[in-house]
């Protein structure tokens, strides 16, 4: 069994930052790509950051600059560093991940982490 659990959302005024972080736990070989989502009410689920084994990241364009994905190799987790946020970046966050275990890699999701960015 393999769980991803998100933490550090929250609520913050505009402007403000938070440092979401996301723990792959239980049997797994090997942790390839791992990435933030984020969906709104009504809405699909939307890149946000991904970033490879070899610490390549990737952003949609209106969190350049703004969020830096990280990622701890030897812990199995990935962090997202949210800075100036923006009402609009009001959402639930979702950690990613593609994991080889018992010789089958399948992609994983977590049960997501609320970010409210208000005054």
């Known amino acids: 069994q393999v769980q991803l659990v998100e933490s550090g959302g929250g609520s913050v005024q505009p402007g403000g930052s938070l440092r979401l972080s996301c723990v792959a736990s239980?049997?797994?070989?090997?942790?390839?790509?791992m990435a933030w989502y984020r969906q709104v009410p009504g809405k699909q689920r939307d890149l946000v950051a991904s970033?490879?084994?070899?610490?390549?990241?990737n952003y949609a364009d209106s969190m350049k600059g703004r969020f830096t994905i990280s990622r701890d190799i030897a812990e199995n987790t990935v962090y997202l560093q949210m800075n100036s946020l923006r009402s609009e970046d009001t959402a639930v966050y979702y950690c990613n991940a593609d994991i080889l275990r018992t010789g089958i890699r399948n992609n994983y999701w977590g049960q997501g982490t609320q970010v409210t960015v208000s005054s």
């Open positions: 239980g049997t797994m070989f090997l942790v390839y790509d």
């Open positions: 970033i490879s084994r070899s610490g390549r990241a």
